[in-house]
């Protein structure tokens, strides 16, 4: 292979290799506000509280909600009277401490 090629090659693997699969987003109306994550990690903040995907573990204001799975769906959303945090479109308890 010739040495002017290997510029090339680099440019065409460097963006696959930075590709990144997360989203977050944060939706606020009147009856409720909604936080969602996609992917592996994230960060979100919701009417105050913070919830982060880590590491395949899901926390509420640092406040373990268990493991996920390796790619999750995370939703969080906070009504005028209940706060629920959902992974794969199942709601989710905060984990039991050891």
Same mark, same amino acid.
């Given at each position: 292979?010739? *040495?002017?090629?290997?510029?090339?090659? +680099? !440019? *065409?693997?460097?963006? !696959?290799?930075?590709?990144?699969?997360?989203?977050? %987003?944060?939706?606020?109306? &009147?009856?409720?506000?909604? @936080?969602?994550?996609?992917?592996? %990690?994230?960060?979100?903040?919701?009417?105050?509280?913070?919830?982060?995907?880590?590491?395949?573990?899901?926390?509420?204001? @640092?406040?373990?909600? @268990?493991?996920?799975?390796?790619? +999750?769906?995370?939703?969080?959303?906070?009504?005028?009277? &209940?706060?629920?945090?959902?992974? &794969?479109?199942?709601?989710?308890? +905060? +984990?039991?401490?050891?």
């Amino acid at each position: 292979m010739k *040495l002017t090629y290997l510029p090339l090659l +680099a !440019a *065409l693997c460097v963006p !696959a290799c930075y590709a990144s699969t997360e989203t977050t %987003s944060v939706k606020i109306d &009147d009856t409720q506000s909604v @936080g969602k994550i996609q992917g592996s %990690s994230g960060v979100i903040t919701v009417n105050g509280d913070k919830v982060e995907l880590l590491n395949r573990v899901v926390y509420v204001n @640092g406040v373990s909600y @268990g493991p996920v799975p390796k790619v +999750a769906d995370i939703k969080y959303v906070v009504t005028k009277k &209940d706060k629920t945090l959902y992974v &794969d479109g199942k709601p989710r308890q +905060a +984990a039991s401490k050891p």
